[in-house]
């Protein structure tokens, strides 16, 4: 169901061009609602749930941000 939101995380092992790689392929396939998962508050490597944070839309290319 691509009018869903899609959550993605990544922590700091995983290079920023290889998250926008993804974020692109997602829009490209026509989701165009992907927030980003931030573990707020969170020490590095808890096990406890993230709390999800919204994020913009993806801009189409060329598009305004």
């Known amino acids: 169901n691509k009018d869903e939101r899609i959550f993605l995380r990544a922590d700091k092992t995983v290079d920023y061009g290889t998250l926008m790689?993804?974020?692109?392929?997602?829009?490209?396939?026509?989701?165009?609602?992907?927030?980003?998962?931030n573990l707020q508050g969170q020490e590095e490597g808890s096990?406890?749930?993230?709390?999800?944070?919204?994020?913009?839309?993806?801009?189409?290319?060329?598009?305004?941000?």
């Open 21 to 37: 790689g993804v974020m692109d392929k997602l829009r490209a396939a026509g989701y165009l609602k992907v927030a980003l998962v």
């Open 47 to 65: 096990a406890a749930a993230a709390a999800p944070v919204p994020a913009a839309p993806i801009p189409a290319p060329g598009g305004t941000p």
